[in-house]
């Protein structure tokens, strides 16, 4: 495999700190910010710490995982050397031209936006880039689904809790043999060719379910994995008929390693249907819905939120429940995308922490 990474001139590495953005072409260092923190005033020194966390990272042989790296013109969140596993830098195909106008207050400058599901990008507003805890504190979830996890804590059904949105959805599993009690005590299950992707058989693996009031269960999008080290994903949605078939659209969750599948750090790159979307660990003062802390987020090339995952207390006072939040108005097909895709890294998680954490051998 070719490594032509480190030379990448949209890539920000250690040793290469400048970078060309592939959407508006700006030349020059970024604007570097730390996500794993909510003190304000700690983003005064963000570029001291930057050059700081280098200068040890060069002597580690690596880049802080808790930081990333905007372009200082337009906003574009770039590819750094800790997400560079995930093989997906941007594409000329993820780049639409700029339909603002520099003389339209508001615009983005630039002769390219990288698409998006939340529409064009606005112009740059320096402190929303660098207060990064701070952003989402307005954002008030338009959909809610209740997320029940099953087996290996792979999630098996959501359920709305919007009730203008009457949908549920569950996943079946046809690449993992049904449970049998001794797969209780198999921690390494995910790992074996009790599942049909370490045997190498095509899928679909996984597959996401929809059901509606009135209409029968519909299968909606799929999850395709491989084997052994190869830990790339495809997910699946249907694109119509064709000779008297359904057909399938790929949209790929690269990975040229396991690293990819790291949700902490610099988090997971997915190229999907509308545009490059990233799942990351942010620590965010609050979503205006009480969503705060430590939370799994969906963010588009410009860092804004598309989706988070969010631990809460049930509203019967009964325990805890994970719930599906999705702050901006999207078309049924993608929250099938957007499901698919979380149990893909629920998914590649589970199957990393059963490499390492219960390897026995
Ligand atoms: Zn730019």
Redesign the pocket.
């Known amino acids: 495999m070719a490594s032509p990474t480190r030379k990448d001139a949209q890539v920000v590495s250690v040793d290469n700190p400048v970078t060309r953005?592939p959407?508006?072409g700006?030349q020059g260092g970024p604007h570097v910010v730390s996500v794993a923190s909510t003190s304000s005033g700690l983003n005064i020194f963000v570029f001291c710490l930057f050059m700081a966390v280098c200068a040890c990272c060069l002597l580690g042989g690596g880049m802080d995982s808790s930081l990333a790296f905007f372009?200082q013109?337009?906003?574009?969140r770039l590819v750094s050397e800790r997400n560079i596993h995930s093989r997906v830098t941007y594409d000329p195909s993820d780049l639409t031209p700029n339909e603002g106008t520099s003389d339209k207050r508001g615009a983005v400058p630039?002769a390219h936006v990288v698409k998006s599901p939340v529409g064009l990008p606005v112009a740059v507003d320096k402190d929303w880039i660098i207060n990064a805890g701070r952003r989402f504190t307005n954002m008030r979830p338009l959909k809610k689904l209740d997320i029940e996890k099953g087996r290996y804590k792979i999630p098996c059904s959501f359920t709305s809790l919007t009730p203008e949105f009457p949908a549920s959805y569950t996943i079946e599993m046809p690449g993992m043999a049904p449970e049998q009690p001794a797969d209780k005590k198999e921690l390494q299950y995910l790992q074996s060719d009790k599942c049909s992707w370490n045997r190498h058989q095509p899928g679909p693996h996984f597959q996401v379910f929809m059901q509606c009031k009135g209409i029968k269960s519909l299968e909606v999008a799929q999850v395709h994995l491989r084997g052994g080290t190869l830990w790339g994903v495809d997910i699946k949605m249907p694109g119509g008929e064709g000779a008297g078939r359904k057909t399938w659209n790929t949209y790929q969750m690269q990975a040229a390693d396991e690293i990819a599948w790291s949700i902490s750090g610099a988090g997971v790159v997915w190229h999907s249907s509308q545009g490059v979307l990233l799942w990351n660990l942010r620590k965010i003062d609050s979503d205006g819905d009480g969503a705060k802390g430590r939370i799994l987020c969906l963010l588009d090339a410009y860092d804004r939120l598309v989706a988070v995952i969010w631990k809460t207390k049930r509203p019967d006072g009964n325990g805890k429940m994970w719930e599906l939040r999705i702050y901006i108005d999207i078309s049924g097909e993608f929250l099938d995308e957007i499901i698919a895709s979380y149990v893909a890294v629920r998914v590649q998680a589970e199957r990393i922490v059963q490499e390492h954490i219960h390897d026995s051998s």
Do not use: F, P, S, Y
């Not at 013109?73 to 574009?76: E, K, V």
């Open positions: 953005c959407a508006c700006h372009c013109r337009c906003g574009l630039g």
